[in-house]
């Protein structure tokens, strides 16, 4: 089975930090994906890729960037971490054609 | 643009049907569903990719209606397992957005 591993479950960081979330796959994917999940409002997509040093914006992707130096790593960086970035973030690996998820990082930022 | 799931939960009694339907305003290639658990991550339970198509999971299988843009989940005979929260994904024309956009999520919750 493919294992998608984000490395923190729980973060608490101060505003203004610069933050680093960090995903790892060990199945060879090229197709990665970052999603905030938020209470009624479902998965969003936050940055895509689909090869090394390749990356695409999904649909919110104000605050965020990404680094894909390497085809299993995929990290999100919050570049000056805000309240309102407080939410559960999770990576995602895509199998064929369904997605393996990570068991997410929940993000608080105080 | 997310598509639309109804409803926005549901209860079940064991042994219970349910319907949950995600609804798409733009061309489709392909449906997904997942559903996800308190505390854990979404599982991947099937997808979609012609108009029609009907798929299973278990007692669960799902339908999707190219024409319309819509896809329905079925949950039969519901056991206590199945409770969780239900997401669709929908993904654009393949070739030019291989992206999911998933919708706000249909919570179930199975009683026995």
């Known amino acids: 089975d493919v294992k998608v591993t984000q490395s923190s479950r729980y973060l608490v960081k101060r505003t203004g930090e610069k933050v680093f979330l960090e995903c790892v796959q060990d199945m060879d994917h090229e197709n990665m994906f970052w999603y905030r999940q938020d209470p009624g409002l479902g998965l969003r997509l936050i940055y895509f890729s689909y090869d090394v040093k390749m990356k695409e914006k999904g649909d919110i992707p104000e605050g965020y960037s990404v680094s894909r130096e390497k085809k299993e790593r995929f990290s999100l960086i919050l570049e000056s971490a805000s309240t309102n970035q407080t939410s559960m973030y999770l990576c995602?690996?895509?199998?064929?054609?369904?997605?393996?998820f990570g068991s997410g990082t929940r993000l608080t930022v105080v | 643009q997310q598509p639309v799931q109804s409803p926005q939960a549901v209860i079940l009694r064991e042994g219970e049907d349910a319907v949950i339907n995600c609804s798409s305003s733009k061309a489709l290639y392909s449906v997904h569903w997942y559903r996800q658990k308190h505390g854990e991550a979404p599982v991947f339970l099937m997808i979609?990719?012609?108009?029609?198509e009907q798929k299973g999971h278990e007692k669960i299988s799902a339908s999707f209606n190219e024409k319309k843009q819509q896809s329905s989940l079925y949950l039969t005979a519901s056991q206590l397992s199945y409770s969780g929260t239900y997401f669709c994904g929908t993904e654009g024309v393949r070739g030019t957005d291989y992206k999911l956009s998933f919708g706000a999520g249909t919570t179930v919750t199975v009683r026995a």
């Open positions: 995602a690996s895509q199998v064929n054609y369904g997605y393996t």
């Open positions: 979609l990719l012609k108009g029609g």
